[in-house]
């Protein structure tokens, strides 16, 4: 049915739009994991190296025996009438006897490669394997499809005649001597196991004692986390850093940091709802008092002036609760107000000019623009600038005198890097000694006489500093009535120049 696709097509939607969870880690888990990993891998490595280390260990002996096998039955050949003969003895032919693991072999041939005595199938070597004479060489080799190990040497033979005399001439003869690896392996086999198997008892204590010392070094941040969850919710004290280690006493004085800057918050918004609470009880008590009166008079035109005062009461109650509101909107970085955009600050001024131009004439005042020569671009949100502009006009209206002047002034900076905004009026002036008091909020200079909450240029602070710009007061230069020194409220924005400038 219509409705059924459209409700399965709803919720599908829907189940589209969650965002993805998010798979939570152990701390404990990731550094066993890395500890863990590489042993697990380095173990079989380590084996594989053991095994090649003991082969290498179990060979050294027996290619020394086979080395002394080959120089014993070297000295038992000789060459008699031109004929090499192997006068091996009893003692010799012990020597090379097989065992009940190796099956050794020997051979001797002569300088043409005839067989003396010994096994004719044993192979030769190589000729790239040939020694030097009287040199002994081992190589590795196969028989019958086993693998041996040979020991071999070319000798010189000095030939001997019958009579028992010596001749000069003299040949070369091979001597051999191989055995099969049954030993080797087994001498390799109990070295890997008295290496190996102590592993297997170790590698498992080994984990235990990881286990037992990542509990153990964890150990202060769980006692951490007890100590922060069993403080008060109102308990915004620094922590201690010194019972923690020294790994994470960085983090301790990051909370720390985070306390204290939520602290001044906090204690900012108890000042702020504690001065507007009292900001607003002269108000509502004037209402209060001015309903009151029209209530007990029956005289038309006091009921007339009272009414009239109600109206005035209720109009700053009104003006002070949307200052508090744009004072909340300046000082929140995140709020809905918008991004900031380019703007041209000539723009901006003309039309705030022009929204104050009748209150002004009720004023008496004279309102002035003097535009800059070319564009004034910069970033900023056009809704808080307006706001910024509309608290520094208003503030220069109600101090300057009748008759007097208010001027609205864009302009470049000295180093062209600058958009500039100033309101300069011919009021009574600010002190020197006042200056850096009156943008705090609810602050009123003693003696001015003039009506107000103290929260326009507190705004006029929160909206510059969210545009990076920088605000002075100067004393109006213009001005020479020496009655109404004036006074200059400058802004200096960061000009917006585009990539393409730049490049």
């Not at 179990?58 to 120089?71: G, T, Y």
């Not at 790239?128 to 040497?153: F, H, N």
């Not at 196991?193 to 984990?207: D, E, R, S, T, Y």
Request: net charge negative; hydrophobic share 40%; glycine share 6%.
């Amino acid at each position: 049915m219509p409705g059924q696709d459209s409700h399965h097509l709803a919720h599908g939607n829907a189940s589209h739009s969650q965002p993805p969870e998010i798979i939570q880690r152990s701390l404990f888990g990731e550094i066993l994991d890395w500890m863990l990993a590489p042993l697990l891998l380095l173990w079989p490595m380590s084996i594989a190296i053991t095994y090649l280390v003991a082969k290498s260990i179990a060979n050294q002996p027996f290619d020394r025996a086979l080395e002394d096998h080959v120089l014993v039955l070297a000295q038992q050949v000789k060459d008699i009438d031109g004929k090499v003969v192997a006068q091996l003895s009893n003692a010799a032919r012990d020597i090379l006897r097989a065992d009940e693991l190796d099956t050794v072999y020997f051979q001797v041939r002569d300088e043409q490669g005839d067989l003396v005595d010994g096994s004719p199938e044993l192979p030769l070597p190589a000729d790239e394997e040939k020694p030097q004479p009287g040199v002994v060489s081992l190589r590795t080799d196969s028989l019958r499809g086993q693998e041996i190990r040979v020991a071999y040497s070319y000798i010189t033979l000095n030939q001997h005649l019958a009579s028992g005399t010596e001749k000069r001439a003299s040949s070369l003869a091979l001597v051999q001597v191989a055995e099969s690896l049954d030993k080797r392996a087994a001498l390799a086999n109990e070295i890997i196991k008295g290496v190996i198997l102590p592993q297997f008892v170790i590698l498992p204590l080994a984990l235990a004692l990881v286990w037992f010392a990542l509990t153990r070094g964890l150990s202060p941040l769980a006692e951490l986390q007890y100590r922060i969850r069993a403080r008060r919710p109102d308990d915004l004290s620094p922590i201690d850093s010194r019972q923690v280690p020294e790994e994470i006493a960085p983090l301790v004085h990051s909370l720390n940091d985070m306390l204290d800057r939520l602290g001044q918050t906090l204690e900012l918004q108890k000042r702020f709802i504690a001065d507007a609470a009292h900001q607003m009880k002269t108000p509502l008590a004037g209402m209060r008092m001015q309903s009151e009166l029209a209530l007990r008079e029956t005289d038309q035109a006091e009921i007339q002036r009272s009414l009239l005062q109600l109206s005035k009461s209720s109009e700053a109650a009104t003006r002070l609760v949307n200052q508090l509101l744009t004072l909340a909107r300046a000082e929140n970085q995140t709020s809905t107000t918008g991004p900031l955009t380019p703007l041209d600050l000539n723009e901006l001024a003309r039309t705030a000019v022009q929204d104050w131009i009748p209150t002004s004439f009720s004023y008496h005042i004279d309102m002035g623009f003097e535009q800059a020569d070319g564009d004034v671009i910069v970033l900023g949100n056009a809704l808080m600038l307006k706001e910024l502009l509309n608290n520094l006009i208003d503030n220069a209206l109600h101090y300057t005198p009748k008759g007097h002047s208010v001027t609205v002034r864009t302009r470049l900076g000295t180093h062209q890097r600058l958009g500039v905004l100033e309101v300069e009026d011919n009021g009574p002036g600010i002190p020197v000694s006042e200056r850096s008091r009156v943008f705090e909020r609810f602050y009123r200079i003693l003696g001015s006489n003039v009506g107000g909450s103290g929260l326009g240029l507190s705004i006029v602070r929160e909206i510059a500093q969210q545009h990076a710009a920088q605000i002075e007061i100067l004393s109006n230069s213009r001005n020479q009535d020496p009655r109404f020194p004036g006074c200059v409220f400058r802004i200096s924005f960061p000009l917006h120049i585009p990539p393409s400038e730049l490049e």
